[in-house]
């Protein structure tokens, strides 16, 4: 624990020890620790962005047992949105960063979602496009009988800079098999950051957990983060995703306030080569995202306007939050806010 707050190395046993040493007593060592090696690398800045995600459409084929946000074509809460109502979105919003995820689907194939990416870069060569998983990236491949690299080399091409780090879940064979088995598992969302890496591609990475998961498997998530990281350096930033359990699934509870809080600070933690970790409201609670910020966090990710997928499974957040509740949420949480880009860059003072 004293090399992770000095931000040293932790090695794999000592990581896997913190796993079987998540009992009352030790937690709040581990967010002491946590919180000493968050400082030393940011002082007392607490940043988030000023962004709006972008869904276009929810129709998704995939079935992931967690997800409520996917819908099938008919369902009364399956929506299509036109090129029209996005640009007004963007437009009204004026975003500095675009984050655009959406199901696995035919309504928006590929060649849309690439002009999608273009119309946007023409209109706001400013604007921060961080745009489609590893799981869409794979999914658009195979529809297109493209490679993947040639997919992302394009995309880059019309202007995404970076790719959002969904669709990992959690590092297990046992329940990708359970859970996602019918989109890319663990191996090939590691594979397809690798490449994307190689293209000058950064990424983010997210960890979806409290949804019957071990330590040890989180552990091992994160380990293996840390391996890819090593090898490949295109991480910016990790968002742990705290499960939101929806209504009649398998498991009624998603994990516990002080569980999120120990999951953001071992990974601070254990991710010693990964610049950036997350504290992510919408899923945590604000409360919770804004005490992940003394747990190892340094950033709320942003204001989002319209989040949809931890609404769609129940989750009690607001869909966004606005510049100034944003502000002094981190101000509450005893963090001085700072407004960034969607490169990390702190954008100026006028802002704050
Ligand atoms: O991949 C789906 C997760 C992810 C649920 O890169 C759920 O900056 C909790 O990846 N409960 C998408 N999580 C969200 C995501 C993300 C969010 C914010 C920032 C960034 C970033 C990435 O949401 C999916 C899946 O793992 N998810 N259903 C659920 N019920
Ligand atoms: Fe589809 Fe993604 Fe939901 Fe899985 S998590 S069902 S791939 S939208």
Same mark, same amino acid.
């Given at each position: 624990?004293?090399?992770?707050?000095?931000?040293?190395?932790?090695?794999?046993?000592?990581?896997?020890?913190?796993?079987?040493?998540?009992?009352?007593?030790?937690?709040? @060592?581990?967010?002491?620790?946590?919180?000493?090696n968050r400082r030393s690398r940011y002082g007392? !800045?607490?940043?988030?962005?000023?962004?709006?995600?972008?869904?276009?459409?929810?129709?998704?084929?995939?079935?992931?047992?967690?997800?409520?946000?996917?819908?099938?074509?008919?369902?009364?809460?399956?929506?299509? #949105?036109?090129?029209?109502?996005?640009?007004?979105?963007?437009? *009204?919003?004026?975003?500095?960063?675009?984050?655009?995820?959406?199901?696995?689907?035919?309504?928006?194939?590929?060649?849309?979602?690439?002009?999608?990416?273009?119309?946007?870069?023409?209109?706001?060569?400013?604007?921060?496009?961080?745009?489609?998983?590893?799981?869409?990236? @794979?999914?658009?491949?195979?529809?297109?009988?493209?490679?993947?690299?040639?997919?992302?080399?394009?995309?880059?091409? @019309?202007?995404?800079?970076?790719?959002?780090?969904?669709?990992?879940?959690?590092?297990?064979?046992?329940?990708?098999?359970?859970?996602?088995?019918? !989109?890319?598992?663990?191996?090939?969302?590691?594979?397809?950051?690798?490449?994307?890496?190689?293209?000058?591609?950064?990424?983010?990475?997210?960890?979806?957990?409290?949804?019957?998961?071990?330590?040890?498997?989180?552990?091992?998530?994160?380990?293996?983060?840390?391996?890819?990281?090593?090898?490949?350096?295109?991480?910016?930033?990790?968002?742990?995703?705290?499960?939101?359990?929806?209504?009649?699934?398998?498991? *009624?509870?998603?994990?516990t306030p002080l569980e999120t809080l120990a999951?953001?600070?071992?990974?601070?933690?254990?991710?010693?080569?990964?610049?950036?970790? !997350?504290?992510?409201?919408? #899923?945590?609670?604000?409360?919770?995202?804004?005490?992940?910020?003394?747990?190892?966090?340094?950033? #709320?990710?942003?204001?989002?306007?319209?989040?949809?997928?931890?609404?769609?499974?129940?989750?009690? *957040?607001? !869909?966004?939050?606005?510049?100034?509740?944003?502000?002094? *949420?981190?101000?509450?949480?005893?963090?001085?806010?700072?407004?960034?880009?969607?490169?990390?860059?702190?954008?100026?003072?006028?802002?704050?």
């Amino acid at each position: 624990m004293d090399k992770g707050a000095r931000c040293e190395r932790i090695s794999e046993d000592e990581a896997m020890a913190l796993a079987a040493s998540i009992t009352p007593d030790r937690l709040h @060592a581990i967010g002491k620790a946590a919180l000493a090696n968050r400082r030393s690398r940011y002082g007392e !800045k607490a940043t988030f962005v000023f962004n709006l995600q972008i869904n276009p459409a929810n129709i998704c084929g995939a079935r992931c047992t967690f997800c409520n946000y996917a819908a099938s074509k008919n369902d009364p809460h399956a929506y299509v #949105m036109s090129e029209t109502e996005i640009l007004e979105k963007v437009e *009204t919003l004026q975003p500095t960063e675009a984050h655009i995820v959406g199901g696995l689907n035919q309504v928006w194939p590929y060649e849309r979602n690439l002009e999608l990416v273009r119309q946007l870069r023409n209109r706001y060569p400013e604007l921060h496009i961080k745009a489609y998983t590893a799981v869409e990236i @794979a999914y658009f491949a195979k529809c297109v009988r493209k490679s993947e690299r040639q997919v992302l080399e394009e995309l880059k091409a @019309a202007g995404v800079e970076t790719l959002p780090g969904g669709g990992a879940e959690i590092f297990s064979e046992r329940l990708y098999r359970q859970h996602w088995k019918n !989109k890319i598992g663990p191996v090939d969302w590691v594979r397809i950051h690798k490449l994307a890496h190689s293209l000058g591609i950064l990424t983010n990475a997210t960890m979806l957990f409290g949804f019957g998961d071990t330590w040890t498997e989180r552990i091992h998530h994160l380990l293996t983060l840390r391996e890819t990281q090593d090898a490949s350096k295109g991480f910016v930033c990790f968002i742990p995703l705290a499960f939101q359990p929806g209504e009649g699934r398998f498991i *009624t509870h998603g994990p516990t306030p002080l569980e999120t809080l120990a999951v953001v600070g071992i990974a601070r933690l254990v991710l010693d080569n990964i610049p950036h970790i !997350k504290s992510y409201w919408p #899923m945590s609670g604000v409360e919770t995202g804004a005490a992940g910020l003394s747990w190892g966090a340094d950033d #709320m990710d942003g204001t989002i306007s319209e989040e949809k997928i931890a609404h769609l499974a129940g989750a009690p *957040t607001p !869909k966004g939050m606005a510049r100034d509740r944003m502000t002094e *949420t981190i101000r509450m949480a005893g963090f001085t806010p700072v407004e960034r880009d969607g490169r990390f860059k702190e954008a100026g003072e006028g802002h704050r």
